[in-house]
T-cell receptor, first 116, second 114 residues
Framework: AQTVTQSQPEMSVQEAETVTLSCTYD???????LFWYKQPPSRQMILVIR??????QNATENRFSVNFQKAAKSFSLKISDSQLGDAAMYFC?????????????FGPGTSLSVIP | ETGVTQTPRHLVMGMTNKKSLKCEQH?????MYWYKQSAKKPLELMFV???????ENNSVPSRFSPECPNSSHLFLHLHTLQPEDSALYLC?????????????FGSGTRLTVV
């Protein structure tokens, strides 16, 4: 069975600095998708960034980028120029390939604090 | 506005009560989900509906009963709950399983069972 691990329960970063959140996963599939979601105090989970396993190029969305290492099964999130609004829980998620609706697995989350 | 709306935002209920959680999406998505989010635990998938048909029931106790009358609405009917059922219940929707665009979540219902 697939698993998703986030080894950092809590992280903090100074405003305007860069922080990297770690995520590792375990799977025997070759075709899958990886996501980072953000959950601020408002509780709504928001998709931050998405990566397709067959693409070697790392995904980037403005200040957010990933370091996808398929062989190592690692999918870290880098937040550049951190802002106060980045403070939230961040969840790494794995989705298997195909059209199955039940194959999204979330990690336990990392709580990110941004220090002014 | 999120695109996925959940009501109520907060709910306190006794163990003998019956209540319902409501989720509504106007994104044209064809799948809807209920997740349970408890403190210190990963998100737990409860139910999945695809085109109004339940495709996943993740060993959820029968005191939780889902209903999907159409592709835009999803309900979670609650009865005789236990204190350990207190949690944040999140609804989500997706197109075709969420591979391309992920899930769109609502803001959840914070449920407290007393």
């Amino acid at each position: 069975a697939q698993t998703v691990t986030q080894s950092q329960p809590e992280m903090s970063v100074q405003e305007a600095e860069t922080v990297t959140l770690s995520c590792t996963y375990d799977t025997s599939e070759s075709d899958y998708y990886l996501f980072w979601y953000k959950q601020p105090p408002s509780r709504q989970m928001i998709l931050v960034i998405r990566q397709e396993a067959y693409k070697q190029q790392n995904a980037t969305e403005n200040r957010f980028s990933v370091n996808f290492q398929k062989a190592a099964k690692s999918f870290s999130l880098k937040i550049s120029d951190s802002q106060l609004g980045d403070a939230a829980m961040y969840f790494c998620a794995y989705r298997g390939g195909g059209t199955s609706y039940d194959k999204v697995i979330f990690g336990p989350g990392t709580s990110l604090s941004v220090i002014p | 506005e999120t695109g996925v709306t959940q009501t109520p935002r907060h709910l306190v209920m006794g163990m003998t009560n019956k209540k319902s959680l409501k989720c509504e999406q106007h994104l044209g998505h064809n799948a809807m989900y209920w997740y349970k989010q408890s403190a210190k635990k990963p998100l737990e998938l409860m139910f999945v509906y695809s085109l109004e048909e339940r495709v996943e029931n993740n060993s959820v106790p029968s005191r939780f009963s889902p209903e999907c009358p159409n592709s835009s609405h999803l309900f979670l009917h609650l009865h005789t709950l236990q204190p350990e059922d207190s949690a944040l219940y999140l609804c989500a929707s997706s197109q075709d399983g969420g591979a391309n665009y992920g899930y769109t979540f609502g803001s959840g219902t914070r449920l407290t069972v007393v």
